[in-house]
């Protein structure tokens, strides 16, 4: 990309900032920190900085005084790139960028395209991030979905930021509710009622019994019903509960016929999930299976015990150590019998997967309700020297619920009967758009097809990711779907824009960002773009892509705004300008979709 720019944007900061910096060390500041935020107006220039105000009193000076000082220095300087610097109350310092530097970011953006907002932050740093760890019995819901669209949103923040991420699962894969899906197979997915429930039958008859396709069925809605079912036998009966109680022991000693029966069950789940992450664009690097590490973690604790570091109870359970250096409530670790609990088992894993990668930060994202019992997880790992506490970050998240009649919140709960599958969440969405493609009658079935499913991806990915992670939300469908709201539909929509003006402008690319004069109507438009690196460097620290997608949807309105007032296509020497300006923002939406792990489409 050649541009007739030599001064971007990020260079003019760095230089504003190393002449403030230098200023505040001569003055007497010792390793001052400055800092740049986005100019909450226009008219404020496009950053600000509160070094003076943060630095005044330590000065011995009035903080406006000082950004006043700063200012004239600032300018004295002749900073290519930078137009002017005020001083504005309570001692705030304003930077006005030239136009060439605003002009500069589009070429900038051309030149590194698919890489841009990318950055080195973290490089050198390993992170293994666990997101969507689904129940093995379970389909999965929109609350999943949230789980893993925030957790997948972050392993991509964090390779964008120049790390080496591992993205990882954990399967609990044994217990009573397995047992109690593994019984439903055997009592309700038979062939007939001929066929015996009893497992031995079944070791040599498995056609006997039906398969998720037999019954038109997803093998994750297989293994749900299955669970239903063998959960409804086990209230009914006593005689049903203590045999699936009979089945965890047989598990437990590891019986190969219940061992056999119980792989084929989990399979279904497995199948299920992976076909969900595959239509999602998610994937984990590794899977931990629960069965092959619950035990290591006993060890551990008789290891602490015998340190100090955990106390014995007189009824002999195990006891941690936590309330007075981490203000934290105890909690057990063993029982008295030896059983082992889930911190038990987490504290073996969290070792594995440190001696495993050498992870530098290891994730967990998982709901608030977890949090106390990861926070007690950490601290024993620190006490036991697995890792400090500043390696284990917990990324919490909102619970999603659905939208009342009055639009209020309602939460989901599988017992009343409201809960929402993920996968039909995306087929009525897809449904939607489809009738919509049919009523226009827009493309022939096989394109119709193909633009619904990634257009229902792309609106309910954005429907879920526009909010804070921390926030509680409600899934809206008409507002998923609306091409003039706030929402993945009408992002594709621009982005489609972009492309259908270069393609009448027969435009493959652009080499050279002609010269102008003067900004006009895309002033604002350019101003916008300046952020983009911004705005995903503050999703790397926050660890919270819905930054980058309410970015989207300003960048989207700056666009269009720009194209109601500017004929783009106009044949006058400004036009090759103004179709840089349109490649430049189809690539800031492209950029940003993929961080969402959103595909753009190039019709609608």
């Known amino acids: 990309m050649k541009t007739n720019v030599l001064h971007m944007m990020q260079e003019v900061k760095e230089k504003i900032r190393q002449a403030i910096v230098a200023w505040l060390v001569e003055a007497g500041v010792d390793a001052p920190q400055v800092v740049f935020e986005r100019a909450a107006q226009p008219e404020f ?15 011995g000076k009035n903080p406006l005084e000082l950004a006043e000082t700063l200012a004239v220095h600032l300018e004295s300087l002749s900073i290519p790139g930078l137009m002017t610097a005020e001083a504005v109350r309570p001692g705030f310092l304003n930077l006005h960028f030239s136009p060439e530097v605003k002009i500069g970011q589009v070429g900038t953006i051309l030149e590194r395209r698919s890489a841009f907002g990318s950055n080195e932050s973290h490089l050198g740093e390993k992170w293994v991030i666990e997101h969507t760890s689904p129940n093995p019995n379970k389909a999965m819901h929109i609350g ?26 954990v399967y609990n894969d044994r217990g009573i509710s397995i047992a109690k899906a593994m019984y439903g197979f055997l009592a309700h997915m038979k062939q007939n009622d001929a066929v015996p429930t009893d497992i031995q039958y079944w070791i040599s008859h498995k056609e006997a019994w039906l398969t998720p396709e037999a019954k038109g069925m997803k093998p994750d809605e297989f293994i749900t019903e299955c669970y239903v079912l063998g959960e409804a036998d086990t209230k009914e009966s006593l005689e049903i509960d203590a045999a699936v109680r009979q089945m965890v022991v047989a598990w437990e000693a590891e019986d190969a016929a219940v061992w056999e029966l119980w792989r084929h069950v989990l399979q279904f789940a497995y199948d299920g999930n992976e076909r969900v992450l595959a239509r999602l664009g998610s994937h984990w690097d590794k899977v931990w299976y629960e069965h092959e590490h619950y035990q290591a973690g006993k060890a551990y604790i008789e290891r602490g015990l015998e340190s100090g570091l955990f106390t014995k109870l007189e009824d002999g359970a195990i006891l941690t150590n936590l309330e007075e250096q981490y203000k934290l409530p105890d909690t057990i670790l063993l029982k008295n019998d ?5 911190i038990t088992q987490d504290i073996a894993l969290t070792d594995l997967k440190k001696r495993t990668y050498g992870a530098d930060r290891l994730v967990w994202v998982i709901g608030p309700d977890q949090s106390l019992a990861l926070k007690q997880l950490f601290a024993v790992c620190e006490q036991l020297g697995i890792g400090s506490l500043d390696e284990f970050t917990h990324v919490s998240y909102g619970y999603v619920g659905l939208k009342n009649e009055d639009g209020s919140f309602k939460k989901m709960s599988s017992r009343a009967g409201t809960v929402v599958l993920l996968d039909d969440v995306i087929d009525t969405v897809k449904a ?3 009738e919509r493609f049919k009523a226009e009658e827009k493309h022939d079935v096989a394109t119709r097809e193909a633009l619904s499913e990634t257009l229902a991806l792309a609106a309910v990915k954005f429907a879920f990711l526009k909010s804070d992670r921390m926030q509680d939300i409600s899934f809206d469908l008409q507002q998923s779907v609306d091409v003039q709201g706030d929402s993945g539909m009408y992002v594709e929509y621009t982005y489609v824009r972009t492309q259908s003006i270069l393609k009448k ?28 690196e911004d705005v995903v460097q503050k999703s790397i620290d926050d660890l919270s892509v819905h930054h980058v997608a309410q970015y989207l949807l300003e960048l989207c309105a700056a666009f269009n705004s720009w194209y109601g007032k500017e004929v783009i296509l106009d044949g006058t020497e400004r036009e090759a300008y103004r179709l840089a300006i349109v490649t430049a923002i189809g690539q800031l939406i492209e950029n940003g979709g993929a961080l969402l792990g959103i595909e753009m489409v190039d019709e609608m």
Do not use: W
Request: hydrophobic letters at 50%.
């Open 432 to 434: 939607t758009i489809c």
């Open 338 to 342: 030896g059983t082992s609990l889930y």
């Open 144 to 169: 999943h979905l949230r789980l893993n669209l925030v957790g997948m949103g972050i392993v991509r923040l964090m390779k964008a930021a120049g790390a080496e991420v591992i993205a990882d699962a």
């Open 505 to 532: 402008a027969g435009m493959v690319s652009v080499e050279t960002i002609p010269a102008v004069a003067e900004l006009g109507a895309e002033a604002e438009l350019l101003r916008t773009m300046l952020y983009f």
């Open 45 to 59: 220039g496009e950053y600000a900085s509160n070094a003076a105000m943060r630095y005044a009193k330590q000065l």
